[in-house]
């Protein structure tokens, strides 16, 4: 069974190693081996964008991904759905059409661990898409939104992120320096007086 790891790694590396997507930017980081891109001739991407591993991209209907992009682990994009309702449904659950509507998502937006993205919505620009939310219409600019269905629970500070922007602070910026971590009590958490 030791023997057959190896064999499986080489295999999976020979399936992906040629990932042909429709445009990529510089300094683009994703796990190929961990994720799977499925029409990736129909997806384009920014910039300074990290994918997490396990990333599971549906291109059909097309996916733009923008610059300063952040996904967690586990996200997942989806362009198409099965046709399943209508005049012209022509067997049950669904039939063999496929509804392709694509996803775009705007410059430095931050998509949490096992968020799902479904067909035709479009996330602005410094969005926050919170871990575990499936997100199945439009995301404002600047908006936090949690759950499923995702909503809207606030807004970043749009001064800020516009300064910071403006002087080119990205994460991209400062990897590699050390992580601060901040010990603050989330809103409602039983440390909080």
Not at 63 to 71: C, D, L, Q
Not at 80 to 104: M, Q, S, W
Not at 132 to 138: F, L
Not at 147 to 163: D, M, T
Request: with cysteine; glycine share 10%.
């Amino acid at each position: 069974m030791r023997i057959m790891r190896p064999i499986k790694k080489i295999l999976l590396y020979l399936k992906y190693r040629h990932i042909h997507f429709r445009e990529v930017g510089a300094n683009v980081l994703y796990k190929s081996l961990k994720s799977n891109f499925a029409f990736a001739n129909q997806i384009s991407i920014g910039d300074n964008v990290s994918i997490g591993p396990g990333a599971d991209f549906d291109g059909a209907g097309g996916i733009t991904i923008g610059s300063g992009v952040i996904f967690a682990p586990g996200v997942k994009i989806y362009s198409r759905t099965h046709y399943y309702d209508g005049e012209k449904l022509e067997a049950i659950p669904f039939d063999n059409k496929v509804i392709c509507k694509e996803v775009i998502i705007k410059d430095y937006v931050w998509i949490g661990r096992d968020a799902i993205i479904l067909p035709g919505v479009t996330i602005g620009e410094g969005a926050v898409i919170g871990a575990g939310s499936v997100v199945s219409k439009n995301v404002p600019d600047g908006a936090v939104v949690v759950g499923n269905p995702a909503r809207v629970v606030k807004y970043r500070n749009i001064e800020r992120f516009n300064i910071l922007k403006s002087e080119g602070k990205f994460v991209y910026a400062t990897l590699g320096h050390k992580k601060e971590f901040v010990k603050e009590p989330l809103k409602n958490s039983p440390n909080e007086e």
